[in-house]
């Protein structure tokens, strides 16, 4: 009886249903892996050679040495963590006028495409190659890393704060216009309460980036953190550089837990 | 068949789910499980398969005692087991087939099932099943893409794929309509009578469960305060199992519902047997 | 009605203490930031700073115009970059899959050894740049590609391993109870129950990750690491500020085509 049922069964392909594209898909990545796998050239001697020296890191990661580059650490970090902030601030104060700018739904058309072009500028450009500018402009150090972190900020914060005005409740920004509200009052009354929960999680979050960024830009000679990690690591001082990432590591967790601890405090 | 000896669950709160809970189900009879939410209908189903680690007292299937049970061998115990789900719990991604092939999966070894070899039998007899729920035409389909009836039938069609011994089912009927939720009762009282299979069916509707259980227990906080036949279930008892209520209410709809049920009859007549 | 003498004639926002509360919050802010301003600029040679503008305008003049003739030797970097990207990326959700398993509240095997072990490495992998990775492999194993890709592999664990975390947590447990139900072994409530309920989570973080790696590579050349970024490196120790437009532009451009292919992709998926 149970002889008229097949007794095979297949899943169907789900996404490309058409045999010939999938077989040109797979092939094509097959093709690809190979020619991607064949372009990278690996001395494997200097890799052996470069064990010895992977075994020295990852000791230097269990047992780090904050000790005995205390001095050029503790400058470091100090240099990162005013540097976040004061670039943080700065760059949330410029970024709420040119979010506000950005918005379609609030500004006339030629005043939103000057400030969405400026966005798109500070989000398209690599903190690291803007950085490596700012560093030649006005010299190492810290200053041209605050330059730096705020420019990126500016292009962070005001995007997501304009993608926000533009999804905000209409009918209250309306009901507001309709009192006869001028435009500073339609922002003040309507906008601000809608989204200034999100700018500050937002402004938050950007710190945490900031600091983790201020740690790479160091590297091309803008100050903080990295700074003397790229030192440490030079002198193939791993014990030192495992102290460093260890102390970042751990200021990301606690920057992580006390933000989310705080945005939920605002709300 | 089935043999709770004083089963207890006290869950990790301290809440009593179940306190001394004993029932025998012999083969081939439906069990009605009743009472108000709360009362432990949920956790008592699923102790038995022991999705709910029961806390104390005896679990027979057949002899074997499943309390007891490592995790393997409970592995070989519960596919002796099918079960029906309130919401279907069809893994929705994937498709009809694949789910119904999923009640085979405690039968073969994780291999086959990752690659999706199922023994040829399997397979027909999943076929086989998906004739018999009447949805032969939707084995590709994804589950996501059903209904909710067809989606429950699917649901039927993996507890049966198992060669369950026992067939527990979590309120099959919650969110169906109720042309659809005859359908799926009928459905699952004649399967149960053609492999004379023993059911413990979840049911929080009093007036379907008299229509279509052999047999009613009814739970109130954690306790059987009822078991007899449906005809048994009167006013007296029905305040025992919820607590006072105007039940001629009740009755009223009761004889609506029975007036639909005549045209879900002909509808039924369509599925093929 | 009611008595008009009951009605307070004065309204204000917020209650005295929170106002104080509020105005002492912003007030320290500033002090901090002050403060923080005073130590940051310390060592800032203002003199520097000042003439900022005219080296702006200095550089800029050598910018342009580009040196359109330096594009082709670009080409074979640009492939490098690609491949640190993409290998990078593959290499990292690998990786970042059982870790992520180890992680989700509903799959890890024990919640008190390993899952703080797994939101340890998640952690650790976020908190440090694909730079800094890939100067340390550098000096471990080497300049080249290599390097690149794991660096980009590692840093891409505690993304992808984070989000897809995320979305096994948020599996419908009611799904996995039924296969479990059938008498399913673990590995079979894995693949029957989990995966397919993550698979497009899944798909959509990797090519949100090799979107963002494509941008990451692109820079890794300037510690050794390959790719297009050793060419940046090389145009600026000789001054040679016209190649240096050409790539960026052409980073610039990789990047925008990048973006674009993985919003097709992701927009494709759900």
Same mark, same amino acid.
């Given at each position: 009886?149970?002889?008229?049922?097949?007794?095979?069964?297949?899943?169907?392909?789900?996404?490309?249903?058409?045999?010939?594209? *999938?077989?040109?898909?797979? #092939?094509?990545?097959? $093709?690809? !892996? %190979?020619?991607? @796998? /064949?372009?990278?050239?690996?001395?494997?001697?200097?890799?052996?050679?470069?064990?010895?020296?992977?075994?020295?890191?990852?000791?230097?990661?269990?047992?780090?040495?904050?000790?005995?580059?205390?001095?050029?650490?503790?400058?470091?970090?100090?240099?990162?963590?005013?540097?976040?902030?004061?670039?943080?601030?700065?760059?949330?104060?410029?970024?709420?006028?040119?979010?506000?700018?950005?918005?379609?739904?609030?500004?006339?058309?030629?005043?939103?495409?000057?400030?969405?072009?400026?966005?798109?500028?500070? *989000?398209?450009?690599?903190? #690291?190659?803007?950085? $490596?500018? !700012? %560093?030649?402009? @006005? /010299?190492?150090?810290?200053?041209?890393?605050?330059?730096?972190?705020?420019?990126?900020?500016?292009?962070?914060?005001?995007?997501?704060?304009?993608?926000?005005?533009?999804?905000?409740?209409?009918?209250?920004?309306?009901?507001?216009?309709?009192?006869?509200?001028?435009?500073?009052?339609?922002?003040?009354?309507?906008?601000?309460?809608?989204?200034?929960?999100?700018?500050?999680?937002?402004?938050?979050?950007?710190?945490?980036?900031?600091?983790?960024?201020?740690?790479?830009?160091?590297?091309?000679?803008?100050?903080?953190?990295?700074?003397?990690?790229?030192?440490? $690591?030079?002198?193939?001082?791993?014990?030192?550089?495992?102290?460093?990432?260890?102390?970042?590591?751990?200021?990301?967790?606690?920057?992580?837990?006390?933000?989310?601890?705080?945005?939920?405090?605002?709300? | 068949?089935?043999?709770?000896?004083?089963?207890?669950?006290?869950?990790?709160?301290?809440?009593?789910?179940?306190?001394?809970?004993?029932?025998?189900?012999?083969?081939?009879?439906?069990?009605?499980?009743?009472?108000?939410?709360?009362?432990?209908?949920?956790?008592?189903?699923?102790?038995?398969?022991?999705?709910?680690?029961?806390?104390?007292?005896?679990?027979?299937?057949?002899?074997?005692?499943?309390?007891?049970?490592?995790?393997?061998?409970?592995?070989?115990?519960?596919?002796?087991?099918?079960?029906?789900?309130?919401?279907?719990?069809?893994?929705?991604?994937?498709?009809?087939?694949?789910?119904?092939?999923?009640?085979?999966?405690?039968?073969?070894?994780?291999?086959?099932?990752?690659?999706?070899?199922?023994?040829?039998?399997?397979?027909?007899?999943?076929?086989?099943?998906?004739?018999?729920?009447?949805?032969?035409?939707?084995?590709?389909?994804?589950?996501?893409?059903?209904?909710?009836?067809?989606?429950?039938?699917?649901?039927?069609?993996?507890?049966?794929?198992?060669?369950?011994?026992?067939?527990?089912?979590?309120?099959?009927?919650?969110?169906?309509?109720?042309?659809?939720?005859?359908?799926?009762?009928?459905?699952?009282?004649?399967?149960?009578?053609?492999?004379?299979?023993?059911?413990?069916?979840?049911?929080?509707?009093?007036?379907?469960?008299?229509?279509?259980?052999?047999?009613?227990?009814?739970?109130?906080?954690?306790?059987?305060?009822?078991?007899?036949?449906?005809?048994?279930?009167?006013?007296?008892?029905?305040?025992?199992?919820?607590?006072?209520?105007?039940?001629?209410?009740?009755?009223?709809?009761?004889?609506?519902?029975?007036?639909?049920?005549?045209?879900?009859?002909?509808?039924?007549?369509?599925?093929?047997? | 009605?009611?008595?008009?003498?009951?009605?307070?004639?004065?309204?204000?926002?917020?209650?005295?203490?929170?106002?104080?509360?509020?105005?002492?919050?912003?007030?320290?802010?500033?002090?901090?930031?002050?403060?923080?301003?005073?130590?940051?600029?310390?060592?800032?040679?203002?003199?520097?700073?000042?003439?900022?503008?005219?080296?702006?305008?200095?550089?800029?003049?050598?910018?342009?115009?580009?040196?359109?003739?330096?594009?082709?030797?670009?080409?074979?970097?640009?492939?490098?970059?690609?491949?640190?990207?993409?290998?990078?990326?593959?290499?990292?959700?690998?990786?970042?899959?059982?870790?992520?398993?180890?992680?989700?509240?509903?799959?890890?095997?024990?919640?008190?050894?390993?899952?703080?072990?797994?939101?340890?490495?998640?952690?650790?992998?976020?908190?440090?740049?694909?730079?800094?990775?890939?100067?340390?492999?550098?000096?471990?194993?080497?300049?080249?590609?290599?390097?690149?890709?794991?660096?980009?592999?590692?840093?891409?664990?505690?993304?992808?391993?984070?989000?897809?975390?995320?979305?096994?947590?948020?599996?419908?447990?009611?799904?996995?109870?039924?296969?479990?139900?059938?008498?399913?072994?673990?590995?079979?409530?894995?693949?029957?129950?989990?995966?397919?309920?993550?698979?497009?989570?899944?798909?959509?973080?990797?090519?949100?990750?090799?979107?963002?790696?494509?941008?990451?590579?692109?820079?890794?050349?300037?510690?050794?690491?390959?790719?297009?970024?050793?060419?940046?490196?090389?145009?600026?120790?000789?001054?040679?500020?016209?190649?240096?437009?050409?790539?960026?532009?052409?980073?610039?451009?990789?990047?925008?085509?990048?973006?674009?292919?993985?919003?097709?992709?992701?927009?494709?998926?759900?």
């Amino acid at each position: 009886m149970s002889s008229q049922y097949p007794t095979t069964w297949r899943r169907p392909p789900q996404v490309l249903t058409d045999r010939r594209w *999938r077989i040109a898909l797979q #092939v094509g990545l097959l $093709i690809y !892996l %190979v020619l991607a @796998f /064949g372009s990278i050239d690996v001395n494997w001697q200097r890799v052996s050679e470069g064990l010895e020296r992977g075994q020295r890191f990852v000791m230097g990661f269990l047992q780090p040495d904050f000790m005995s580059r205390w001095r050029d650490i503790s400058q470091g970090l100090i240099e990162s963590l005013t540097m976040t902030l004061t670039s943080s601030v700065v760059g949330v104060m410029i970024s709420v006028p040119i979010g506000i700018g950005a918005a379609r739904n609030l500004v006339p058309r030629p005043v939103y495409l000057v400030c969405r072009s400026i966005v798109a500028v500070s *989000r398209s450009l690599q903190e #690291v190659i803007v950085a $490596i500018f !700012l %560093v030649a402009m @006005f /010299g190492f150090g810290p200053f041209a890393g605050f330059l730096t972190l705020t420019f990126a900020t500016i292009g962070f914060i005001a995007k997501l704060l304009a993608d926000d005005i533009e999804e905000i409740d209409e009918t209250q920004a309306e009901a507001i216009r309709a009192t006869g509200a001028s435009w500073f009052q339609l922002l003040n009354y309507a906008i601000q309460p809608q989204v200034m929960p999100r700018l500050v999680g937002l402004s938050l979050y950007r710190l945490d980036i900031n600091f983790r960024e201020s740690a790479v830009i160091g590297i091309v000679g803008a100050g903080g953190i990295g700074a003397t990690l790229n030192t440490a $690591i030079d002198r193939y001082e791993y014990d030192s550089a495992g102290a460093i990432l260890l102390i970042v590591i751990a200021i990301v967790m606690v920057a992580e837990y006390s933000s989310s601890y705080l945005r939920k405090f605002l709300q | 068949m089935l043999e709770l000896k004083s089963l207890s669950k006290t869950y990790r709160t301290g809440d009593a789910a179940l306190t001394g809970v004993s029932l025998q189900v012999p083969k081939g009879q439906i069990i009605g499980l009743i009472g108000p939410s709360g009362a432990g209908k949920s956790t008592l189903i699923r102790c038995v398969n022991r999705l709910v680690e029961p806390s104390s007292g005896e679990i027979l299937l057949g002899g074997d005692n499943l309390v007891t049970l490592g995790r393997r061998d409970l592995r070989t115990q519960r596919r002796r087991i099918g079960m029906i789900f309130q919401e279907y719990s069809l893994v929705e991604r994937l498709t009809v087939m694949e789910n119904v092939l999923s009640g085979r999966l405690g039968y073969v070894p994780f291999w086959r099932s990752f690659l999706r070899r199922f023994d040829a039998v399997d397979i027909q007899r999943a076929y086989q099943l998906l004739d018999r729920v009447g949805l032969l035409d939707h084995a590709n389909k994804r589950a996501d893409a059903l209904s909710g009836g067809q989606r429950q039938r699917v649901g039927i069609a993996r507890a049966l794929a198992q060669n369950p011994e026992l067939l527990l089912v979590d309120e099959p009927t919650a969110s169906l309509d109720p042309k659809t939720i005859r359908q799926i009762m009928r459905l699952l009282t004649e399967i149960c009578a053609e492999r004379n299979l023993p059911a413990i069916v979840n049911i929080h509707d009093v007036p379907l469960a008299r229509q279509f259980m052999q047999r009613i227990v009814g739970l109130r906080a954690g306790q059987v305060v009822f078991d007899d036949a449906p005809a048994a279930l009167s006013e007296d008892a029905l305040t025992r199992i919820y607590g006072a209520e105007d039940w001629d209410a009740m009755r009223k709809s009761d004889t609506e519902e029975d007036e639909s049920e005549s045209d879900t009859r002909r509808d039924l007549s369509e599925i093929p047997a | 009605m009611s008595n008009s003498s009951t009605i307070p004639a004065e309204w204000s926002h917020r209650s005295r203490v929170t106002r104080l509360a509020i105005w002492a919050g912003w007030l320290a802010l500033v002090a901090l930031f002050v403060w923080c301003w005073q130590v940051m600029t310390e060592t800032t040679i203002w003199a520097f700073v000042w003439d900022a503008p005219r080296q702006a305008g200095d550089i800029g003049g050598r910018m342009l115009p580009p040196e359109w003739s330096y594009l082709p030797e670009l080409m074979q970097p640009l492939w490098d970059t690609l491949n640190i990207a993409t290998l990078g990326t593959v290499g990292g959700v690998v990786l970042a899959v059982p870790v992520s398993l180890l992680a989700a509240r509903n799959t890890t095997p024990s919640v008190v050894v390993l899952r703080p072990v797994a939101l340890f490495i998640i952690v650790a992998s976020r908190s440090i740049n694909s730079l800094i990775w890939a100067l340390l492999l550098v000096t471990i194993i080497g300049p080249g590609l290599l390097a690149g890709i794991i660096a980009i592999a590692l840093r891409s664990i505690g993304f992808v391993g984070k989000l897809l975390y995320e979305a096994i947590e948020e599996t419908d447990p009611k799904q996995i109870e039924a296969i479990r139900a059938t008498g399913a072994g673990p590995a079979q409530v894995l693949t029957y129950g989990v995966v397919p309920q993550v698979m497009p989570a899944l798909w959509g973080i990797s090519v949100f990750r090799w979107d963002i790696n494509i941008r990451e590579s692109t820079i890794l050349g300037l510690v050794g690491a390959g790719g297009i970024g050793l060419k940046l490196n090389a145009s600026m120790a000789v001054l040679a500020w016209d190649q240096v437009t050409v790539i960026l532009l052409l980073i610039l451009a990789t990047v925008v085509v990048s973006e674009w292919i993985s919003a097709v992709i992701r927009r494709a998926i759900i």
